[in-house]
């Protein structure tokens, strides 16, 4: 698909939220028209039209529809190329609220605008050249980041980082497959002698590069979307009281009686900037209660698709088969064993816990609260070596990407096995052009007008 400019009528929104009163409300206007369809509404304090005005200024006035105003504004005039879209743009602040900011768009559309489809100033920028797909989708990235890495991983996108990875294997396969080309066609001039060994070596590269970018896409889910976390244990363990000392507050129904937790209760919380998904699930025992053995059979399928299980063990009752079960099943994975109920008196340590598993052991009490940064820390030593990078680090948090990098890096695989057999030159170049297409998918510059609409009707009005 070409990037180019072919959209020339004039769109506007409400490009601030609408739910409520706010300080100021912004209505963005973008297109060939844009500048002449607000001054037919803006009647400024210098009576100087905003056509006439220089670029990238602010205007004060009032917004005039059928001799009424509507509202005292101020209206930014930004003129092409040096704009989001790459148009005229022209946005009027007006004071906040769902009324009158609506009053103020019906205004724009009858002088000749027409409302924006979801997404739809984005896609100009993406259309006419400005940004490329990965840092359109990392503009709705930012809209819904819900802690700060991820929000940091989404500007890093935004800034192109992502992209000039991208770009520069693109470029190695491209050289490649130029010589290739001209060599097959001229070889008087270029010869594909010994050509196997370097073509080998530039393929172990981008590979190599590929490969690094795929093995981020697990953390990169994990800070955009949080950590798939389930809470196990046995019946009075503690597991409900964990959960809402995470959350903050009583979502889970915590009293003596063992098996109180009959499903599963989800939760969404941020600890310290990672977002945690948790799922509490009934205890687990023996037991010949139907509906219990429905939630404990629930809550074994939730832990197997975890992505943390956190097995809350009672530091009041020494282990039986119960845990020895729990722990089995949970083998291999990523598991947090936390003791709990340590500001009572116990039965069970730290070191005896220890003693019968290999995995992390924190001694807590929910009752209390204590232990949790003990958690939070190891939480980030298991998902990210004890911290996140956000400065250089590019995390892959799109399945889009991940699967364009998957299909990238089986062509290169498949260009190595057809040298390894010493299959003809020209064999190269069509898994090389399958790689360098599959990239050039995930910057936008091969990808299908469908997918393109379903991209940006993900995002909200006005962006």
Known sequence: MEVCMFI???????STGTMGSGGIGIIRISGDE???VADRL?????????????????????????????????????????TYTREDVAEINCHGGILVTRKILDAVIDAGARPAEPGEFTKRAFLNGRIDLTQAES??????????????????????KLSEEITRIREIILDNTAFIEAALDDPEHYTLDGYGDKLAED???????????????????????????????????????????????????????????RDTLEESISLDGVILNLTDT????????IVEKIGIEKAMKCAGNADLIIYVADATRNLDDNDKKILDFVKGRHVIVLLNKTDVENVLSVEQMRAHTDFPVLAISAREQTG????????RQMFFAGQISSNDQIYITNARHKNMLKESINSLKLVKESIENGMPEDCYTIDLLNAYESLGKIIGQAVEDDLVNQIFSKFCMGK
């Open 372 to 379: 949790i940064r003990e958690l939070s820390d190891t939480i």
């Open 34 to 36: 844009a500048i002449e």
């Open 42 to 82: 803006f009647r400024g304090v210098s009576g100087k039209k905003l056509a006439d005005c220089a670029s990238h200024t602010i205007h004060y006035g009032t917004i005039v529809k059928d001799d009424k105003v509507l509202d005292e504004v101020l209206v930014s005039v930004m003129k092409a190329p040096n």
């Open 8 to 14: 020339t009528d004039t769109i506007a929104a409400i």
């Open 282 to 289: 009934a205890g687990i025992r023996d037991t010949e209660d």
């Open 139 to 160: 503009v709705i990235d930012i809209i819904n980041s819900q802690n700060e890495y991820a929000l940091s991983s989404s500007v890093m996108q935004l800034r192109g």
């Open 203 to 261: 393929v172990d590269k981008c590979v190599d590069k590929l490969d690094s970018l795929l093995k981020t896409s697990d953390n990169g889910r994990i800070l955009k979307d949080g950590i798939r976390t389930v809470i196990l244990g046995k019946t009075n363990a503690g597991k409900s009281s964990l959960l809402n000392a995470l959350a903050g507050e009583d979502r889970a129904i915590v009293t003596d009686i063992a098996g109180t937790t």
